[in-house]
C-alpha cells in the first residue's frame, strides 16, 4: 500500500514539494485505499437503506450507526493522510500511528483544535462570501439595462463562486493545519523516546536523525 520514499527529510528544504510527490505517485496507493474503506462502509449503508422496510427502531439504529463510522473513518483519514504525505507511510502502518495517537490522549487535543480552527473556517467563508456578494450585487446594478437590474443576480452568483472557491482554500488550510498537528506530536513523541529534557534542549541533527530512522526503517 505504498512503498516507503528513501527521499523524506524532516529538515528538507522543500518539504511541501516531496509530500505532494509522495501523494500523487508512490503513496497514491495508499490514499485510494483509505477512501476505499469509507466508500465500503458507505456503499454498506445505501444497500441497507435500499433493504430496509419501515422505520423500524433497530434499522434506524443500525444506519444511524453505519453513518457514524463513514464519519469516523474519513476524519480518521484525514490524519493518516497527512502521514502518508509527509513520511511515505503505507495506509495500515499511517492508521496504526494515527490509532496511537488516539490512545495517548492526544486525539483530545486534536478535537479541540479542531473546534476551533473550524470556526475560523466557518467565519472565513461567511464574511468573503457576503463580501463578494455585496460587490458583485454592486456592479450588477451598476450594469442593468432596459430598466432591468442584476442585483440580485448578481449577488447569487458572487455569493456561489466566492463560496466554492473559499471552501476550497479552507481545505487547503485545514490540511496544512493537519500537518503542523502532527509535525509536533511526532516532536513531542521524540522528546519523550529519546531524551527527557526540555524539547528545545534537543539538537536539532539529533530529532531529524531520529525521526528519519523511525519512519524510513
Known amino acids: 500500500m505504498g512503498p516507503q520514499t528513501p527521499n523524506f527529510s524532516v529538515g528538507s528544504d522543500r518539504p511541501t514539494v516531496g509530500a505532494l510527490g509522495r501523494a500523487t505517485t508512490w503513496s497514491i496507493g495508499s490514499i485510494c485505499f483509505g477512501s476505499l474503506v469509507v466508500a465500503i462502509i458507505r456503499t454498506l449503508r445505501a444497500m441497507f437503506r435500499a433493504a430496509r422496510r419501515g422505520n423500524s427502531f433497530i434499522g434506524l439504529l443500525v444506519d444511524c450507526l453505519l453513518g457514524c463510522i463513514a464519519s469516523l473513518m474519513q476524519y480518521f483519514n484525514d490524519y493518516a ?11 495500515l502502518t499511517a492508521a496504526g500511528d494515527t490509532w496511537k495517537l488516539v490512545k495517548s490522549g492526544t486525539a483530545w487535543d486534536a478535537l479541540i483544535n479542531d473546534n476551533l480552527t473550524d470556526f475560523v473556517y466557518i467565519v472565513l467563508i461567511v464574511f468573503v ?3 463578494v456578494g455585496c460587490i458583485t450585487a454592486v456592479f450588477g446594478h451598476l450594469s442593468s439595462w432596459d430598466h432591468i437590474t442584476w442585483d440580485w443576480a448578481g449577488f447569487i452568483i458572487g455569493c456561489v463562486v466566492a463560496f466554492l472557491i473559499t471552501c476550497i482554500t479552507m481545505k487547503v488550510i485545514y490540511s496544512g493545519v493537519l500537518t503542523i498537528f502532527i509535525g509536533f506530536w511526532q516532536l513531542k513523541a521524540a522528546q519523550v523516546a529519546w531524551n527527557p529534557a526540555p524539547l528545545g534542549d534537543i539538537p536539532v541533527g539529533e530529532v531529524n536523525s531520529k525521526l528519519e530512522g523511525k519512519y524510513m526503517s
Open 129 to 131: 462570501t457576503a463580501i
Open 81 to 91: 493522510y497527512v502521514q502518508v504525505a509527509m513520511f511515505g507511510k503505507s495506509y
